[in-house]
């Protein structure tokens, strides 16, 4: 396993309804985290007594991956779905930030600005509909990873000099 010097920032975007699979997909993320491959970012780190809407909006900003966790009550959310898919959106198509919408709940989604983008989980068949919910979950942690080491491989190419510097080994003295 590659060793890497900085992680990726996930900011994730999900309506308050969808907090219960934010949750689950940020347990199935841990090992990501623990690798450093990532650091994941929502409004529920926002600190009391912070601006949470400047507060959102710097890790909007700094995010280099944005999760949208889709569902009817992200639709319906204007925050969502009117300010940070807007902004994300904006940021995906400058190429400053890489746009991973996750299905989790049935939904039409037939014209969204997103509507062009590889959805997660596979099949973009959304998370509740799978037998296994966790099967599901681990199909999008597998899903961000592959992003992830992608996004790593533009940041860290694999050439001859780089090759002990990403695999944290010595090359012996010439």
């Known amino acids: 396993m590659p060793i890497f010097q900085t992680s990726i920032e996930i900011f994730c975007s999900y309506a308050r309804a969808d907090e219960v699979w934010q949750r689950k997909l940020e347990?199935?993320?841990?090992?990501?985290k623990r690798q450093g491959l990532i650091s994941?970012?929502?409004?529920r780190n926002i600190v009391p007594g912070t601006d949470w809407a400047t507060a959102i909006d710097v890790h909007l900003?700094?995010?280099?991956?944005i999760l949208l966790l889709i569902s009817p009550d992200f639709f319906a959310s204007d925050y969502c779905y009117g300010t940070e898919?807007?902004?994300?959106?904006?940021?995906h198509q400058a190429n400053e930030a890489r746009v991973l919408p996750i299905l989790l709940r049935p939904v039409d989604w037939k014209g969204t600005p997103f509507e062009g983008l590889?959805?997660?989980?596979?099949?973009?068949k959304p998370i509740t509909l799978w037998d296994n919910h966790d099967g599901a979950l681990t199909d999008v942690a597998i899903g961000i990873r592959r992003v992830i080491e992608h996004l790593h491989s533009l940041s860290f190419p694999a050439s001859p000099l780089s090759l002990p510097y990403l695999w944290n080994i010595e090359l012996p003295p010439v």
């Open 27 to 32: 347990t199935h993320l841990s090992l990501l």
């Open 40 to 43: 994941l970012w929502h409004d």
């Open 61 to 65: 900003e700094a995010a280099s991956v």
């Open 85 to 91: 898919l807007k902004r994300a959106m904006e940021r």
């Open 118 to 124: 590889q959805v997660l989980p596979t099949g973009a």
